[in-house]
């Protein structure tokens, strides 16, 4: 177990293949301790083997235990999942919310769990009594059931997410080097020398607010300089000129 | 087809299950519109049907169309989402910032579209070509591979997320009124002549630090009425005053 990232303890959970696609979840985002408490049908689990596909090979050895007592041994802080409201004054908090308590936890080196409840009915009263806040998920409320290993699917994004520091935005580069300004406006001068030459600006006076849009188009569009070279044999090609490019 | 949410494409999706539970996840988050190109094991399915658990009564009826060109009519943006970097400049997207482009889009009144392509290889590049942006959903390197119905669920969520105003943490009051300051006090200053009583400030000293630290615990908890009188029974109890409470 490590003190950096929040453990996932399954309560009495019934079907291997939602242990199996809880696991590929975490394996996806980095969370690697997983606890079960009372699965119904067992450990090791053919179905959760299949359903994992590979993710109980990458996460710690899962570790399988008889109360939730147990399986909370060692922790400071403990987060109880819950699709519908309870009649318990607890702190109920977004999966975003939750995982910066948990990161503010860590920091301060605790180590913090999260439970999810069985499929039918979810985690017992008594086991969310155990919790220090509820996590709930925004869903739409006239379509509100969430699979458990989607909810831990969840939980486990919003776990990567809030470490990742991946551009939200990016152009790739696909190995080809971007065009330089002299580049790219040195074909818009061709294009419109050989606009030029076939009579394209019947109206002079509009000639520079039409060469302003298309410099505008080939702009934004951040090519490359194959790019470029592809537009000039696209030109050249146009006007009959085989040879040029 | 509404203006005001993304639509869902599904390119060449192979299983029945998943779909199904791509129109769950799509119900769970509120994208309401799904389309799909060439299902390989054709349409309606039964094991769609069983993995909705609903969801398909919930949403639009589903659309079935013969090529990605087809779906694509009457959109205006349209989303690819890959798992791998292709070889190819366009700008990649988080699903976070790429439903943030969306709103913005719908808010000039344009349709827009995300593209997912079959379980076994995603996306052609032909088809990726026809989109506007790529979304790329960051993930563990070491373990990367999402199930076509998660990555479905990735982008419901984060769509919903964007249009949430759940508080990001609340106390339910569960019926019960909050305690007043008086009646919070009150109890203490019972607690702190209880505690005198029985001598528990053995150094006068302390007791101004040791009532703080109470005070503090007890405030900080945010009791309703109810709970500050199960407490006051509690002391009761303790002091083995059968009739107070």
Chains 1, 2 share one sequence.
Do not use: C
């Not at 291997?16 to 408490?37: C, H, S, W």
């Amino acid at each position: 177990m490590t003190n950096d990232a929040p453990s996932i303890i399954l309560i009495a959970p019934q079907m291997g293949e939602n242990i199996g696609a809880a696991a590929r979840a975490m394996a996806n985002f980095g969370l690697m301790d997983l606890k079960i408490v009372r699965p119904r049908n067992g450990w090791p689990s053919e179905r959760a083997e299949a359903n994992a596909v590979g993710a109980l090979d990458v996460i710690n050895p899962v570790e399988v235990l008889e109360t939730t007592a147990e399986a909370l041994e060692g922790f400071h802080t403990v987060y109880a999942t819950t699709a519908r409201p309870r009649d318990m004054r607890k702190n109920v908090m977004t999966p975003h919310s939750a995982i910066q308590d948990m990161r503010h936890k860590h920091a301060s080196n605790q180590k913090t769990a999260i439970l999810f409840g069985g499929e039918r009915a979810g985690l017992s009263n008594e086991d969310i009594a155990l919790a220090h806040n509820i996590i709930s998920v925004p869903v739409n409320p006239e379509f509100s059931s969430l699979n458990l290993a989607q909810s831990v699917l969840l939980i486990a994004y919003e776990w990567l997410q809030s470490a990742d520091n991946t551009a939200t935005e990016h152009l790739p580069t696909g190995g080809s080097a971007p065009v330089t300004h002299e580049e790219l406006h040195g074909f818009i001068d061709r294009l419109e020398d050989e606009l030029d030459t076939k009579n394209f600006f019947r109206n002079e006076d509009m000639r520079p607010s039409v060469m302003r849009n298309i410099r505008n188009i080939f702009s934004r569009i951040n090519m490359s300089e194959q790019e470029v070279k592809t537009f000039h044999g696209i030109i050249s090609a146009l006007i009959g000129n085989k040879g040029k490019n």
